[in-house]
Nanobody
């Protein structure tokens, strides 16, 4: 499966942005999809993930209550709605897809995801 992340840009602190992760090829509906981000000189960190059906979601503590992950399997797309953004949210955001077991797997681990998109840059100005 190939992933294409989009929707990044420049936004003021307190504003909103919606990222999209569009998939092509493969059976997208069978994959867990996660959003990760990487700021300059920092490790890639988990942001949010969603199970193949959309029934189970995970959000990092740092974004809980501000970001929401969702998916539309009919459109082969996963979204990350980002509200009340902060300057520390500035990073390149990547989406990944993997066969992650929602119960026994680790959806917050980048190593669980075998397919990655190219990333989209989000810059939050103060």
């Amino acid at each position: 499966v190939q992933l294409q992340a989009s929707g990044g840009g420049l936004v003021q602190a307190g504003g909103s942005l919606r990222l999209s992760c569009a998939a092509s090829g493969g059976t997208f509906g069978s994959y867990m999809v996660g959003w990760f981000r990487q700021a300059p000189e920092k490790e890639r960190e988990f942001v949010a993930a969603i199970s193949w059906s959309g029934a189970i979601t995970y959000h990092a503590q740092s974004v809980k209550g501000r970001f929401t992950i969702s998916r539309d399997n009919a459109k082969n797309t996963v979204y990350l709605q980002m509200n009340s953004v902060k300057p520390e949210d500035t990073a390149v955001y990547y989406c990944g897809a993997g066969q992650v077991d929602p119960v026994r797997g680790s959806p917050d681990s980048r190593w669980e995801y075998s397919h990655w998109g190219q990333g989209t840059l989000v810059t939050v100005s103060s």
